[in-house]
């Protein structure tokens, strides 16, 4: 996380910039799937739960699945921030020929 | 349980119809103008009608698919919500309306596109104000930026560099907001609102609360642009085209104030916010300086859009302080100044679009003789000038006046002071320009006789469909202010939270 989070501030390239906001978003991620995770469970799937008469079901046999279903909708939003960033990259090339932070500010400033 | 249309459909109305307009846009373009001021109208309208049922029967849930709250994603309207709702959705009606114009001036043919992202920008906004479930409100949030970041990159020439630098900042805020989420979660294993602050109590002493709620109000502090993270907003506002400014700058950053209310007094409990941690005082100390630097930085600027920027940045202190404070008055002037504020941005940002449909440059020292060219545009101008100066008709002195109670509750004089110096200040601001506008003879003009110059009062106003929403937003402020006493004792006092 601190490294994505290095990255966003401290580097000078627009891209690294925004390889470094994918490291920390992806470090997010698994974060939250590390909170869904317990020992010795398996995956949340009820094998012969259907047509078969109700049992109890104990909780600790199963991973959480919550923190999983999260992070799919956190990584459709990740996808398309990236998606977004790199159009904006794009546009920022083809006016400037560069990607370097200090190099567009000193054209800017002319 | 028979639940209410109308939280839904304020939410759906939009988000379908931006779709709609791309597959309009195909058949026919002209359609797609009208199709958007619908939409809006219609969560206009539903957003009144929740404002009216809730002053009436009291809070509103609605469960998304019948699923029951901890589980299912819930939508909770009270009095705070269904207020910040109105606001937002009228505000961005108008906003739609006065866009037209704009729009096919500036980039032509980009306009369905444009149409399609300033909906789904608005329903991002909807919805944070909307739900009751800190997962939903993150994935609302993103909406609304992820559309805010591609509006602004259709601007001028700094445009799409000034977008980046808000993305970069934008997404750490919203990651910092995530990961607050997450830690509340491992606590408490929920994500509704309500079960968060029915379950957090006992967990106030845990570390892991602490952190969650730092990174929660500096993840929401970077997003409404709060003073020492609000590097992004300068650039990003000014480059944008002007409609967009005049959507994102009223509406974004309150949103953001709305979003910080809420889990500091809802979530949390106030007396943690205040008493566990000083994270009251801290956030009222930050705003301090938010309203002063953004008063001093606005001094020396001479565009007339980046100076608005700069007090818009100083009014998100406002709010701040207001929150900050953490007393009836002060929260009292907190919330009446999240919509005083959304309308008197509204009207200057529109009125900034204006004058540069007109082919004026936005620099302040060529105004000269603009009120004789556009009389009614200047006219709101000193409108809401007057407002944000905060003079008593308008509705910038009330919601200031309970700023200033709140802060002499507090025993906060230096606070107290520092409202007053910047009213002064933004007098100064606003009256460069006003004195440029009205009183400063042109060069041209000084030869002709007073009598002959009233013959010659050239009409060159800005079009019908930008000077109606314009003339609405100002007499909206003269009647908000006029009004704030009723507003107060109907809305306000019950959007409180319960303990004040």
Known sequence: ?110 | MTASPFPILIIVVPLISAFLIILLGWLKKNLCYPFMVAALAVSALSSLAILQEVIHHGILHYHLGNWDPPWGIEYVIDPLNAFVLVIVSVISLLIAIASKKMVEREFPHKVVFFYCLFLLQVTGLLGIVVTGDVFNLYVFLEIASLAGYALIAIGEDGAPFASFNYMIYGTIGACFYLLSVGYLYIVTGSLNMADLSRLLPDLYSSKVVLMAFAFFVVGVAIKMALFPLHVWLPDAYTYAPSSVTSLVAPLTTKVGAYVLIRIMYTVFEPNFSKVAIPAATILSWVAFFAILFGCILALGQKDLKRMLVYVLIAEVGYIALGVGLGNRNGLTGAILHIMNDALMMACLFLIVGAITYKGWPRQIDRFIGLHKKMPVTMAAFVISALSVIGIPPACGFFSKWYLVLGAIDAKQWLFVAVLLVSSLLNAILFFRVIERAYFEPGANERNVQPVKNKAKFIWDEAPLSMLIPTVLLAAGILSVGLLSGTIISEVIQFALPASF
């Not at chain 1, 910039?17 to 490291?23: S, T, Y």
């Not at chain 1, 990740?78 to 546009?91: E, H, I, K, N, R």
């Open chain 1, 1 to 110: 996380m601190m490294i994505g989070f290095y990255a966003m501030i401290g580097k000078n390239n627009l891209v690294k910039k925004l390889i470094g906001m994918n490291i920390f978003q992806t470090s997010i991620i698994l974060f939250f799937i590390s909170t869904g995770s317990k020992k010795g469970a398996t995956i949340p799937i009820v094998a012969d739960g259907h047509g078969v008469v109700h049992r109890t079901i104990e909780a600790i046999q199963y991973m959480n699945p919550l923190p999983h279903v999260l992070m799919l909708t956190a990584i459709v939003v990740m996808v398309s921030t990236f998606g977004v960033a790199l159009a904006l990259l794009l546009m920022i090339y083809r006016r400037y020929q560069t990607l370097e932070e200090d190099e567009i500010l000193a054209l800017r400033r002319k």
